[in-house]
Every structure is written in C-alpha cells, then in structure tokens.
C-alpha cells in the first residue's frame, strides 16, 4: 500500500507536494483551487455518509447521546456556577450547541479513523496558535466558525493529536478564523423598517406590564402581530433582542472532562473537547448573561413566550426564557420553515418539540408529540396580482450545504452537494433550448466554499444567473414556471403564491417520513414532484406552452389543495387562530400549576 499524507482541510499550507496525500474529503477540494489540486498524486477518502442507512443509524445514537451529555453537562454547568437549574433550563440555553457540535465532531471523528482505517498515513500537518480564537463567544458565532477550514482543522487536529498514533507536524497558523460568514446585508427598506419597529417599540414599552404575553421574532406579519396582542387584553408591543456580551476565555476554567461513563473512545475524545469548545458565554461569560438578560426591560413575569426564530442561536433570548419557564411561563414555538413535518429527521425539529409546551406547525401534526398543534403558515406568503402564464422566464431555486456536515437532518450531506450540483446540470441540460434560454438560475446567497458562479460559468457559459442578491419576490413575479430542487420553505410558499411549480430532488438524499410519503406520491402522480432532474426536465418541456392548463386542471388542484391543508396551510383568519392556540396554552400551563 502506498504511504499517503493526509490533508484535512483546504488550507494549502497543510498539504505535501512531495509525496502522495490523502485529501480527507471534498471539502478539501475548491473548485477554484483545481489548477493546484489536479496536478497532485492525490486521493479523496470516500465518504461514510454516503451510506444513507449508516447515517441515519448515527443519527438515532447521537441523539440518545445527547441526552446522556445533557444529563451530565447540566450537573456540570450548576456545579461550576453555583446554580440549580433543571434539565430543561440546560436543554434550552445550551442544548442547540451541543446537538450541533457532538454531530459535527462525529462526523470529523469517523472520517479520520475511516482514513487510519484504509490508508497507510505518513502524517500530517497540524496549525496551531489561535486556539482561543477558535471558541465561538456565543451560539450566534458558531455557524461562522463550523462552516470555515480553520475551525474544522482545529478540531481535525485535535482529534489525530490526542487520539491516534498519526504522526502529527505542528506549525504556526497564519490564518485566523473569521466571523460573520453567514451575514448578509439589509437593504434599506429593511433598515427603514427596523428604525420604525424600534422606535415604536421604545413607546409601547413604557406601557407594558409583567404578565405581558412576549412575543419575540413570530415571523407574524408586524400588524397581524399586534393584533394577537390586542386580543390577549394588552397594549401591543414590539419587542427586540440584543446582542450578547462578549467575554475573554479563560484557559483555567476549562480544565474539566463532563462526567459520565463513556461507552466507546469517540465518547471519550467528546467529553474531552466539550469543555474546550464550548461557547464562553456558558463558561466564562454565564454570570454576565443572565445579569444582560434580566437588564432587559422585558416582562418579568409573562403569562406566555412566543417565537419561531429566537430560541436556536440568541443567548440572550434563551438564558431569559430558560429562567421564565422554569418558573411556569409556557413556552411557544412556530415552525421555523420547511423540512419540518415533512423531512424523515431533522435534529432541530427534535429539539424545537422538546423545549416547548406547545409547537405551532404549519399544518402537520405528529402521534408522537401531543404538543405538536397544526396551526397554519406564519409567514402567509399571498397569490401575487400576475398572470404568471403570460410571463417568459422560469426560475430555479437552488441550494448550497456547508463543505464540512453540519446539524443533522435528511439533505444532502457535505460533499452530497457536489451530487445536487450535477443533477441541476442533468436538469439544464435536459431542458430544450427554448426553456434553457429563457431560464433563471437563483444561486444560494452563501457560497460556503463551493464557488458555485466558476462551477456554473464553466459548465453553462450563458446560463442566466442570480447571486442571492434580487428580491425574490420579484423574480417570481416575472416568472412563468417556478423550480424548487431542495426540501425546505420555497416551494411551500410558491405553493402558497399559487405559482405554477415543479420540484424534484434525490429521495435518496433527502429522505421523508412515512406520513409524508403519501402526499408526494400524489404529487407525483400530477407532475409537481420529480425524483430525477430528467423527468422534471421531461415535464418542464411538456407543460412550457400551456402551464395554465397543467396547473389549474381539476387533478392539479386537487392534490394541492389536500398538500396545502396537510403542510402549508393559510388560515382565513390567521390572528384569531394564533390568538386560540396562545390562549390555550396559557390555560393548559394554568391547569398544570394549580393556578
């Protein structure tokens, strides 16, 4: 067997050029890189996810070591901060960073022993220098690190120093990981109307009362929002989070392993880096939040919290909530977006259910989770006034994935991504000219690495494409056919538009549940879902010259009409079914309180 040298990421001062190396994954691979990356006596490890069943059986074990971390972690975290808080406090405040992290290292656990496991490796590189650097100061900070090279190297790093015989060569890193990598822009009507919501907010404040309903981040429209308010019997407000304090670390204060017995070695290497990783406002910064979060001139004693966003990556939100339900304040989530009720499994969707007293669905319910109440879209996205069978163009909605997994759900998974890719390229290129030339392709405003433009360009030189960056309500306006390719809100909410739509994606990477199933059959059936990128081409070419027809035809409706109640359904009167659910859970928390 020929020694190889194993690269674990894309940054080019770890790789050998004088011997065979082994590139861990895809992710190592940039398109815009292929000059340097081609010309190497290189291979690629084949990737463990790719068996789907394997993946989805580390799926179920990750989250029943979840709970075992939690149950630890939580006496940890009381022990160093002199609390008693129970097991949900925890769940909520720390619960998201821990699911996504024990997957993520996982995965970067199991690459690296598959790799020890089928190659003979002559070392490797590791950087060292910005390890503090390398803790995210909150949840809102993490999704910049774990998409980055310099992140998931460190944690490559520490898993082959501190737990293989891999020859490790440590050098001084020159890069330091940056932040922010998710951020976008707000245009200035957001930024208008954001100035507006806070000034508003600054005068309804002062008329708000403790036992306020709290509403934070609904996705209600705002005015639908306050009218909810008004029928709860209390001045409407609007309000708004803040940013978390940011803390130092500590090197001192992270020199502890969670307990617990640990049932294999990645159990092990997982206990030993939690305490290194984890976000600082949990260790050293935890007294300071929760002085931040009672600062806030928020109700102190609400009679219910809502949200649909919030509750995953604001801190400061979460440590305000935690405190409030472990008093007996009900807590309320709204479905986030798509995948939900619909996706086969979804880590965020588990945890959302288990942190809250009532889950506000768009439709689905769930036999499994009595809390679950189809309810109906939140967003209310509404049929735009156009006759989009009179309109040229057909538009595209696609995907990205971070090169490195992330939180686990049925997608398509890291370097699965490269296989979407093709598929839209066997999508485009099926279609006949006519359709191809009048094609829109709307790239995802995160890159994450993939150089999806210099793919594309080099694939279809003349395709028309838009970087993330137009309203897309505009594109959909000016479009005669709408083409969602992954599993998550855009087609639900064309579906909601009433805009002519064709979906397809790989079953096999994008996985539904048994309830599901049925629906998409249907769909099927008429011609809106497509497992292959040719037979929704095939049908996109069949329908071109007479959409309307296709789309308003007695079968078409049918279908859509019964998708629609199951998962992206319109309440007539979203206010006062919004105002039935919070009123009930407010009595089902009063009746479990004796009050």
Request: hydrophobic share 40%; charged share 20%; net charge negative.
């Amino acid at each position: 067997m020929v020694s190889r040298f194993l690269c674990t990421t894309a940054l080019e001062e770890t790789w050998r050029d004088d011997e065979p190396v082994l590139f861990l994954g895809e992710w190592c691979r940039r398109f815009s890189r292929k000059d340097r990356w081609s010309t190497m006596d290189a291979e690629v490890l084949p990737y463990h996810w790719d068996d789907r069943a394997r993946l989805y059986a580390d799926y179920l074990y990750l989250q029943e070591f979840h709970e075992r971390l939690l149950r630890e972690i939580a006496a940890n975290l009381n022990q160093m901060h002199d609390v008693d808080h129970g097991l949900r406090y925890w769940r909520i405040l720390v619960g998201p960073w821990l699911g996504y992290f024990v997957q993520m290292l996982f995965d970067r656990w199991a690459c690296i022993h598959d790799a020890i496991g089928t190659y003979e490796l002559s070392g490797t590189v590791v950087l060292f220098g910005h390890d503090e650097t390398l803790i995210p100061n909150d949840m809102a900070e993490f999704p910049s690190f774990f998409v980055g090279d310099e992140w998931n190297h460190h944690i490559y790093g520490a898993i082959l120093q501190q737990f293989t015989g891999v020859p490790c060569s440590r050098r001084p890193a020159r890069v330091v990981q940056g932040t922010s990598a998710l951020a976008t822009p707000a245009v200035w009507t957001q930024r208008a109307y954001q100035t507006a919501a806070r000034l508003y907010s600054s005068v309804s404040s002062a008329l708000s009362r403790e036992h306020d309903a709290f509403f934070l981040s609904t996705y209600l429209p705002l005015l639908d929002e306050l009218r909810v308010q008004r029928r709860l019997g209390q001045v409407p407000q609007h309000w708004h989070s803040a940013p978390a304090v940011r803390v130092g670390v500590d090197g001192t204060k992270r020199r502890w392993v969670v307990s617990g017995e640990s049932r294999s070695e990645f159990e092990i290497c997982t206990r030993a880096l939690i305490p290194k990783q984890m976000p600082a406002l949990y260790i050293e910064g935890y007294n300071k939040l929760v002085d931040q979060a009672a600062e806030l001139p928020w109700p102190g004693q609400p009679k219910v919290i809502w949200t649909c966003n919030s509750h995953g990556l604001d801190d400061v939100f979460k440590v305000w909530a935690a405190e409030k339900v472990e008093r007996g304040v009900p807590l309320v989530i709204g479905q986030h977006g798509g995948h939900y009720g619909v996706g086969r499994w979804s880590f965020t969707e588990d945890h959302d259910i288990a942190i809250s007293d009532t889950y506000l669905s768009w439709g689905w319910s769930d036999r499994q989770h009595n809390n679950v109440r189809p309810l109906g879209q939140l967003k209310a996205k509404r049929p735009l006034k156009v006759r989009h069978a009179a309109q040229s163009r057909a538009l595209l909605v696609i995907c990205t994935v971070p090169r490195f997994s992330y939180w686990m759900y049925s997608a398509s998974v890291s370097r699965q991504w490269l296989d979407y890719f093709n598929g839209l390229c066997g999508f485009v290129g099926s279609l006949p000219r006519p359709v191809r030339n009048a094609l829109i392709v709307r790239l995802y405003r995160q890159d994450f690495g993939w150089d999806q433009v210099s793919r594309w360009r080099d694939r279809f030189p003349d395709l028309d494409l838009d970087q993330g960056a137009s309203n897309i309500d505009d594109l959909i306006s000016h479009s005669r056919l709408y083409i969602s390719t992954y599993n998550a809100t855009t087609f639900l909410e064309s579906f909601t538009m009433n805009v002519p739509t064709v979906i397809y994606w790989n079953p096999f990477h994008w996985e539904l549940r048994a309830s599901a199933e049925p629906y998409f059959t249907d769909l099927e059936r008429v011609g809106i879902f497509h497992a292959t990128p040719e037979s929704a081409a095939k049908h996109v070419a069949a329908i071109w010259d007479n959409i309307e027809a296709w789309w308003s035809s007695p079968a078409v409706r049918e279908v859509l009409g019964r998708f629609k109640q199951r998962y992206c359904h319109l309440p007539a009167d979203i206010v006062g079914c919004v105002s039935d659910a919070i009123r009930e859970s407010i009595i089902g928390a009063n009746e479990t309180s004796g009050q």
